[in-house]
């Protein structure tokens, strides 16, 4: 073979060899979950996978994986979303949480199981075993359930309003201050707002009548943001539509009295008429909020002596008349309100009408700023008379 025709048998080869794929790597290092490598042939790595083994040290990890109910699993790190997917958790803290006791305890549980500590005292939220307590100075402490008395005992109240004074100003702004600080404020332009009662000075009391109604719960926001009580003479049909509006008039201190079932005439009533208008109304007030009225207010203002003779309780009307029903006018409410309140004044609104709850806070400002103390009427009588009496009627009660 001469030099040429070698050549092109060399080149030949070369050309042909380019075009063969190179051979797969025999040889793999595989990885057990024991720490232990093994060299294999590329050919055998399912087999391998088969019996335990794994193609990367990552996923031959062992990993612990938890339950709901508080079992354990190791794994290894190849298998971990298989087990995702059917209710293994990566974290301890996904299948745990912290429950609390009335008495300052703490129990990390598995979540399968905290209904069960529910059942027997443990709670959910540290908010629902703790509450906010409050000194004479306004410092303000989160105490457990279980202390609260004890707590009480050393001078700590769960109501700001106890331990110190609410106050606010001309422009909408309210403070807590010590009781013996509040005089100071007062020569700086701050008002005193609902808290403990001087009975040396001015009182009145806000009635409303009718409701409840839809705009009740307007009406015991602002009464709330003053921390003022107001007297409700409730119809008995409404009280059910209306729950939770009377059991939160009670908490805030207000008073529930009596305006018949169904806002009748008593005084062109049959007395049997008259008892079962009073009766059911007292039952539906006692069902819902514990409590029966001890006072009545007879609808139009009409009644006569067989009413009183009738009804146990003393009837209140009023000397302030609003006219709030007629006028629709929170502006004209007002007016009314400035023009002929008095000391002992008792002042007649209606809670189902929007424009009443509307004229509300500017005619408990109104009495605030002008040295009035709010109270429900019942206190009223007591601070003034004493004591109320059943068949007696009540416009107003000025100072003795």
């Known amino acids: 073979m001469n030099k040429k025709s070698l050549c092109l048998l060399l080149t030949c080869v070369i050309m042909f060899t380019a075009f063969i794929p190179f051979s797969e790597a025999e040889n793999v290092t595989m990885y057990a979950s024991d720490g232990r490598t093994r060299i294999v042939q590329a050919k055998d790595i399912a087999a391998w996978k088969a019996v335990g083994w794994f193609e990367t040290a990552e996923d031959a990890k062992i990993v612990t994986l938890y339950s709901m109910d508080g079992?354990?699993?190791d794994i290894p790190q190849y298998y971990r979303a298989d087990y995702n997917a059917v209710g293994w958790y990566n974290t301890r803290e996904e299948v745990t949480l912290t429950m609390y006791s009335m008495d300052g305890r703490s129990l990390e549980v598995f979540k399968d199981a905290a209904e069960a500590h529910n059942k027997v005292g443990w709670y959910y939220n540290i908010n629902d075993v703790t509450v906010k307590m409050y000194d004479k100075d306004g410092n303000e402490y989160t105490i457990y359930r279980d202390f609260i008395e004890s707590?009480?005992?050393k001078g700590l109240s769960d109501n700001k309003n106890?331990?110190?004074?609410?106050?606010?100003s001309a422009d909408g702004r309210f403070m807590h201050v010590p009781f013996d600080k509040v005089e100071?404020?007062?020569?700086?332009?701050?008002?005193?707002?609902?808290?403990?009662?001087?009975?040396?000075?001015?009182?009145v009391a806000i009635t409303f009548d009718d409701g409840p109604g839809a705009p009740t719960a307007r009406v015991l926001d602002i009464l709330e943001k003053y921390n003022v009580p107001a007297t409700f003479f409730v119809q008995g049909k409404n009280v059910s539509?209306?729950?939770?509006?009377?059991?939160?008039?009670?908490?805030m201190g207000c008073e529930i009295g009596n305006h018949t079932w169904s806002h009748v005439n008593l005084s062109a009533s049959s007395t049997g008429t008259v008892a079962q208008q009073i009766n059911a109304t007292n039952t539906a007030v006692y069902n819902v909020t514990g409590v029966y009225p001890k006072l009545y207010r007879p609808p139009y203002g009409a009644y006569n002596k067989a009413v009183l003779n009738t009804v146990a309780m003393p009837a209140i009307m009023w000397s302030v008349d609003t006219l709030d029903w007629k006028t629709r006018n929170p502006s004209k409410t007002l007016a009314s309100v400035k023009r002929d309140t008095k000391d002992g004044a008792i002042i007649l609104m209606h809670d189902i009408h929007s424009p009443t709850a509307d004229a509300v806070e500017p005619v408990v400002k109104h009495?605030?700023?002008q040295g009035f103390q709010l109270v429900t009427v019942s206190d009223l009588i007591k601070y003034r008379q004493g004591h109320a009496v059943s068949g007696k009627v009540y416009n107003s009660l000025a100072p003795r």
Request: charged share 25%.
């Open 71 to 73: 079992r354990t699993l």
């Open 162 to 168: 106890d331990v110190m004074q609410l106050m606010f």
């Open 151 to 153: 707590e009480k005992a």
């Open 184 to 203: 100071a404020h007062n020569k700086v332009g701050w008002f005193t707002s609902g808290g403990k009662i001087d009975t040396s000075k001015p009182m």
């Open 241 to 251: 539509r209306y729950p939770n509006e009377m059991v939160r008039a009670v908490k």
């Open 367 to 369: 009495l605030l700023m």
